[in-house]
Every structure is written in C-alpha cells, then in structure tokens.
C-alpha cells in the first residue's frame, strides 16, 4: 500500500498492489450485490461496508487479501472454512487463489441478516 492513505474505496483500491486489485474489485462487486444499500467507507485505513452498523471489511496485504465479516459469521460457517486460510475473524485468500464466491455469499448474507435483526445502535 502506498504511504499516503486512501479516503475513498476508489483509492484504496488503486493504491493497492497490482496483483491484489482483481480479488479487491471482485470481492467489492459481490458485497455491493449481497448488501447494496449499505455505505461503503473507509474506516481504520481498509474499505468497510456499514448500514449504519459494520457489517464487514475488507483488505489487501503482501500475499493476500482479508475479509473480515464478524467473529460469529465466521464461527457460523466453520466447517464450510475447514479447508480455507482463516481466523477467528478474517477469511485469508491468497492472490494466486480465486476468490470462494459462493462461501463469500453465504457468510455476508449471513452477517447482513444478523446485523438487521439487531436492536441495539452499537456499531460493531
């Protein structure tokens, strides 16, 4: 990433490495499709999609990018990840993989709908 930090999911995107800039713009689209009326922003200098609450975020590294939707949509979809790069919150996907498109789906539905059904205004 460049030194100089990006406002704009735009910029971060732009600044990011050559080879991370296909896995971001594609994991973009596909959380714009699952949650388009949610904001995108840049919070803590990675790309997050907010409606008003985190519902997750995304970022690029030397060797792969990181979604990070929640601790609990991941524990939700454990064992669908047994075989992927994980944390307990951040789905690793190196650059020479392609992006898990249907697990991406389900997991940020599965936020989407969870963060909905809340009643409480905090943001995380």
């Given at each position: 990433m460049s030194a100089k930090r990006a406002t704009t999911v735009d910029q971060y995107i732009e600044s990011a490495p050559s080879k991370a800039q296909p896995h971001l713009r594609k994991l973009r689209e596909l959380l714009k499709r699952v949650s388009p009326k949610a904001q995108e922003t840049i919070k803590w200098g990675n790309p997050f999609f907010v409606e008003p609450r985190f519902l997750f975020a995304y970022?690029?590294?030397?060797?792969?990018?990181?979604?990070?939707?929640?601790?609990?949509?991941?524990?939700?979809?454990?064992?669908?990840?047994?075989?992927?790069?994980?944390?307990?919150?951040?789905?690793?996907?190196?650059?020479?993989?392609?992006?898990?498109?249907?697990l991406i789906r389900k997991i940020a539905r599965h936020r989407l709908k969870a963060v909905s059904a809340r009643d409480d205004d905090n943001f995380w």
């Open positions: 970022s690029a590294h030397k060797n792969h990018i990181s979604f990070a939707p929640s601790a609990e949509s991941m524990e939700a979809f454990r064992d669908e990840l047994a075989t992927c790069d994980t944390s307990k919150h951040f789905l690793k996907i190196r650059y020479a993989e392609p992006l898990p498109e249907i």
